[in-house]
C-alpha cells in the first residue's frame, strides 16, 4: 500500500509564511510570536490583502485579535496563536500569488510553464508520472483522472479490509481471543487506508481547484485585455489613451475634450469623440461607468473640486442621452485637483492635469 503522505502534501499546498515567520524559533516568547505574526499582517496589508483578497486578511485578523487578546491575558496561548501565524501566512501568501499572477500576465508562456510546474509538483507528491508530451490542461486532467483512480483503489482495500475486520470480529467473539493481537494490527491497517483514502481526496480536490482558478483567471485576464486593446484602436492619439488597471478596470482618458477656462460647457465639436466614449461603455456592460473630472492646482481647491465635479457631470449626461440611459446611470466625481498624473509647475503639465477620464470599474471583492 502507498505510504500515508502527510507532512509532503501539506509541504507543496501550504501557502507560504510571512517574512516574520522565517526565523521563529519555538522557545520564542507568545509576545514575540504575538509581534510576528503582526508584522506579518501589516505586510499583507501593504501589499492590498485587505482590498484584494479581503475573506484572508479578515480571518487573519480575527484570529491576531484573538491572540493578542489571550497574550493579554496570560493564559495558555499556544493553540491560539499557531492559528493566527497559519492566518496570518495564509493572507500573506494568497496576496502574493495575486501579485504574481497579475505581474505575469502578459506572459502567457511564463505562465504556462507556471501552470506546468504546478501539475509536476502535484503528481510528485502523489507518486504519478506525467506524460513528458503532456502539458497544459491535458496535463492537469491526467494527473486528476490517475488521482481519481487512486482514490477507487484505497476505496476497495478499506472496504476489503473492512470485511475482513468484521470477519475476525466475530470469530473473537466465537471464543478465539488469541487473535486479539492480529485484529489490532487490521484495525490499524484499516485506519490507515481510510487516512490515505482522505488525504488522496484532500489532494484531488486542491489540485482542481488550483488548475481551474488559474485557468480562468489567465483566460478572464486575456480577453479583457484584447477588448482593451481594440477599443484603443477607437480612439486617436489626440483624441484618447485606454488602458487596462491592475484592478481590472478600463481607464478612457478623453485627451481630446477640453472645456473654456472656468466653464463646465460642452462644445457641440467634441460630439464625436463623446460618440466614442459612449461605443466604450457600450463594449463593457459588465463595468459600472464613472465620469471623473480633474483641474490643475490653480485657484482654491474648493473651487477647482466644484468645477471638475460639474464638468464630469456634463460629460455624464451627454453620455447617459447616447445611451438612451437615465443621467443618474452614470456616477460623476470632482477629483479637483488631488489626482495629477503630471508636474503642475509648467504650463504643459498643468494642461495635461485638465482632463476627463471615462472609469469603467470592475466589481470587488464583497461587492
Given at each position: 500500500?502507498?505510504?500515508?503522505?502527510?507532512?509532503?502534501?501539506?509541504?507543496?499546498?501550504?501557502?507560504?509564511?510571512?517574512?516574520?515567520?522565517?526565523?521563529?524559533?519555538?522557545?520564542?516568547?507568545?509576545?514575540?510570536?504575538?509581534?510576528?505574526?503582526?508584522?506579518?499582517?501589516?505586510?499583507?496589508?501593504?501589499?492590498?490583502?485587505?482590498?484584494?483578497?479581503?475573506?484572508?486578511?479578515?480571518?487573519?485578523?480575527?484570529?491576531?485579535?484573538?491572540?493578542?487578546?489571550?497574550?493579554?491575558?496570560?493564559?495558555?496561548?499556544?493553540?491560539?496563536?499557531?492559528?493566527?501565524?497559519?492566518?496570518?501566512?495564509?493572507?500573506?501568501?494568497?496576496?502574493?500569488?495575486?501579485?504574481?499572477?497579475?505581474?505575469?500576465?502578459?506572459?502567457?508562456?511564463?505562465?504556462?510553464?507556471?501552470?506546468?510546474?504546478?501539475?509536476?509538483?502535484?503528481?510528485?507528491?502523489?507518486?504519478?508520472?506525467?506524460?513528458?508530451?503532456?502539458?497544459?490542461?491535458?496535463?492537469?486532467?491526467?494527473?486528476?483522472?490517475?488521482?481519481?483512480?487512486?482514490?477507487?483503489?484505497?476505496?476497495?482495500?478499506?472496504?476489503?479490509?473492512?470485511?475482513?475486520?468484521?470477519?475476525?470480529?466475530?470469530?473473537?467473539?466465537?471464543?478465539?481471543?488469541?487473535?486479539?493481537?492480529?485484529?489490532?494490527?487490521?484495525?490499524?491497517?484499516?485506519?490507515?487506508?481510510?487516512?490515505?483514502?482522505?488525504?488522496?481526496?484532500?489532494?484531488?480536490?486542491?489540485?482542481?481547484?488550483?488548475?481551474?482558478?488559474?485557468?480562468?483567471?489567465?483566460?478572464?485576464?486575456?480577453?479583457?485585455?484584447?477588448?482593451?486593446?481594440?477599443?484603443?484602436?477607437?480612439?486617436?492619439?489626440?483624441?484618447?489613451?485606454?488602458?487596462?488597471?491592475?484592478?481590472?478596470?478600463?481607464?478612457?482618458?478623453?485627451?481630446?475634450?477640453?472645456?473654456?477656462?472656468?466653464?463646465?460647457?460642452?462644445?457641440?465639436?467634441?460630439?464625436?469623440?463623446?460618440?466614442?466614449?459612449?461605443?466604450?461603455?457600450?463594449?463593457?456592460?459588465?463595468?459600472?461607468?464613472?465620469?471623473?473630472?480633474?483641474?490643475?492646482?490653480?485657484?482654491?481647491?474648493?473651487?477647482?473640486?466644484?468645477?471638475?465635479?460639474?464638468?464630469?457631470?456634463?460629460?455624464?449626461?451627454?453620455?447617459?442621452?447616447?445611451?438612451?440611459?437615465?443621467?443618474?446611470?452614470?456616477?460623476?466625481?470632482?477629483?479637483?485637483?488631488d489626482q495629477p498624473v503630471a508636474p503642475n509647475a509648467t504650463e504643459e503639465g498643468k494642461a495635461l492635469n485638465r482632463r476627463i477620464e471615462l472609469v469603467l470599474k470592475a466589481a470587488r471583492d464583497g461587492n
Open positions: 500500500m502507498r505510504p500515508v503522505l502527510t507532512a509532503a502534501v501539506f509541504a507543496v499546498f501550504a501557502i507560504p509564511a510571512g517574512d516574520a515567520f522565517a526565523a521563529a524559533d519555538v522557545a520564542a516568547t507568545p509576545a514575540q510570536r504575538a509581534a510576528a505574526i503582526a508584522a506579518t499582517l501589516a505586510q499583507a496589508k501593504e501589499l492590498g490583502a485587505d482590498k484584494r483578497c479581503p475573506d484572508d486578511y479578515r480571518a487573519a485578523e480575527a484570529a491576531n485579535n484573538a491572540a493578542v487578546g489571550c497574550v493579554a491575558g496570560g493564559g495558555d496561548c499556544d493553540g491560539t496563536l499557531a492559528a493566527a501565524e497559519l492566518a496570518a501566512a495564509r493572507a500573506l501568501g494568497r496576496i502574493r500569488f495575486i501579485e504574481d499572477l497579475r505581474s505575469a500576465r502578459h506572459d502567457w508562456q511564463e505562465a504556462a510553464v507556471r501552470y506546468d510546474r504546478l501539475v509536476g509538483r502535484i503528481a510528485t507528491v502523489a507518486g504519478l508520472a506525467i506524460d513528458p508530451e503532456l502539458v497544459g490542461e491535458a496535463a492537469g486532467r491526467r494527473v486528476l483522472a490517475d488521482l481519481d483512480r487512486e482514490m477507487t483503489a484505497l476505496r476497495i482495500r478499506a472496504d476489503s479490509l473492512e470485511a475482513v475486520n468484521r470477519g475476525f470480529g466475530a470469530w473473537v467473539e466465537g471464543g478465539r481471543a488469541a487473535q486479539d493481537s492480529t485484529i489490532a494490527e487490521l484495525r490499524r491497517e484499516l485506519t490507515a487506508a481510510r487516512h490515505a483514502l482522505w488525504e488522496s481526496q484532500l489532494r484531488a480536490g486542491v489540485a482542481e481547484a488550483d488548475l481551474s482558478a488559474v485557468a480562468s483567471r489567465e483566460t478572464l485576464v486575456e480577453d479583457r485585455e484584447a477588448e482593451v486593446r481594440r477599443l484603443g484602436q477607437l480612439f486617436t492619439p489626440q483624441e484618447g489613451l485606454v488602458w487596462l488597471t491592475p484592478d481590472g478596470d478600463v481607464r478612457v482618458r478623453l485627451t481630446g475634450l477640453k472645456f473654456a477656462s472656468g466653464n463646465a460647457w460642452l462644445n457641440p465639436k467634441y460630439d464625436p469623440l463623446l460618440d466614442k466614449a459612449a461605443e466604450a461603455i457600450r463594449r463593457f456592460p459588465d463595468l459600472a461607468p464613472v465620469v471623473e473630472g480633474h483641474t490643475d492646482d490653480t485657484g482654491p481647491r474648493a473651487a477647482n473640486q466644484k468645477l471638475s465635479l460639474a464638468r464630469a457631470q456634463a460629460v455624464a449626461a451627454a453620455l447617459a442621452k447616447r445611451l438612451d440611459a437615465p443621467a443618474a446611470s452614470l456616477s460623476a466625481l470632482g477629483m479637483g485637483p
